[in-house]
Structures are given as C-alpha cells and as structure tokens.
C-alpha cells in the first residue's frame, strides 16, 4: 500500500512564529507533491506544489523536498490567525495517482 | 468565471433511492476527478476521468457510477447499493496528469 503520512496535531503553534508541518511518502518513485489547505467545512485550496528536491518559496510559505528521505514539509513564516487550519499534503505517485495524507490540524493561538 | 461547480450544496438521499451529483467546469481541463472525503479523514478517489468518454475506477468505486459525455461535465451517481453514503464529496479538475488539482466547493450528502 503506497502512503502518505501526516502527523493528525493539533499542532498548535503562537501567532508570528513558524509553523512547520510534515509529510513522508511511502514511494520512492513519487514525481509530484503538493500541499491543500482545508478550512473546516470547505474544500482544500492549493497552497504550494514542488518537484525537485530543495526549497521552493511563495510568500510566507516555504515546501522542502528531500526524495532521499521521503519527506515533504510546509513551513509557515509569520503564522496567523487565518492560518489555523487543516493541511493535506498530497504525493503524486510513479502509478500517476494522487494519494492524500489525513491532514494535519494547525492551530495558531493569537 | 472560470472555475468549478458543484451542485447541490446539500443533498438528502433517502433508503433505495440513487442520487446524481453535478460537476461542471470550464477551466478546460482534460482531467476530472471525485474524491470522498469522511470526518477526520484524506480524500479518497471514486472515479477519474481523463478525457470524454473514458474513465476509470478509483479506489472506492463499489457503489457510485460516473458518465463523462462532455469535456465539462463529470456527474457522479450514487447508487443503493452504497451502504455508508454519508460524507463530503469533492470533484477536482487538472489540465495535465501531474499539475496540481483544483477543487470544486463540494457537497455534502447525508441519509434521511
């Protein structure tokens, strides 16, 4: 069985500081990884995507890839309020399917 | 606006009953998708279509039925023999096989 695994949390995480969620995959063949954000009660929204190893940064938010390790991250700069919510992190595998982690729940405290 | 739309928001299925989810996008994208999604839980392929008429079983297809007659349209049914229908179901639409997918807003199946 090909997985993704996240930590369930909650993490909780003071406002301004650096959130860092993680992620690791079962395939190493895996090409395409991509991190959602999922307020309670919407869909998820595409927050970051990456394909080689390294860091890959938009804004407050930074994903690293390390395929040696199978291991994918978000880490959130300057956390705020608005960031509490549930992250997904999705791996895109050698089959061509999108496996989805459980999600991991973020909670900023103000 | 381009996007994706499902429809209902809400929907109400009653025993014995089939009921017919709606996704429709004009982003043009080849690529449609519906995932279930239970409380506490990662999203699960049902179906995925990758272009007009073909498609392709998921991992938890027992029990729902897709068409993909329009490149716009992927309507998913949910048939009677789903037992356990309650959940959030998603459709998500990409433009190549390996470029992030996009979401609809979803709907929100329950049993009376």
């Known amino acids: 069985q090909k997985e993704v695994e996240q930590n369930s949390g909650p993490l909780s995480v003071p406002e301004g500081a650096i959130a860092s969620l993680n992620c690791t995959y079962s395939d190493r063949g895996s090409q395409s990884f991509f991190w959602y954000r999922q307020y309670s009660g919407k869909s998820p929204e595409l927050i970051m995507f990456i394909y080689s190893n390294g860091d890959k940064e938009d804004g407050r938010f930074t994903a690293q890839l390390n395929k040696a390790s199978q291991y994918v991250s978000l880490l959130i700069r300057d956390s705020q309020p608005s960031d509490s919510a549930t992250y997904l992190c999705?791996?895109?595998?050698?089959?061509?399917?999108?496996?989805f982690g459980k999600g991991t729940r973020l909670h900023i405290l103000p | 606006d381009g996007g994706i739309t499902q429809s209902p928001k809400y929907l109400f299925r009653k025993e014995g009953q089939n009921v017919t989810l709606s996704c429709e996008q004009n982003l043009n994208h080849d690529a449609m998708y519906w995932y279930r999604q239970d409380p506490g839980q990662g999203l699960r392929l049902i179906y995925y279509s990758q272009i007009v008429n073909d498609f392709q079983k998921g991992d938890i297809a027992e029990g729902y039925s897709v068409s993909r007659e329009k490149k716009e349209s992927f309507p998913l049914t949910v048939t009677s023999a789903q037992k356990n229908p309650t959940a959030f179901y998603l459709c998500a639409t990409n433009s190549q096989f390996n470029q992030p997918q996009h979401f609809g807003d979803g709907t929100r199946l329950s049993i009376l």
């Open positions: 999705a791996v895109m595998n050698r089959d061509d399917k999108i496996i």
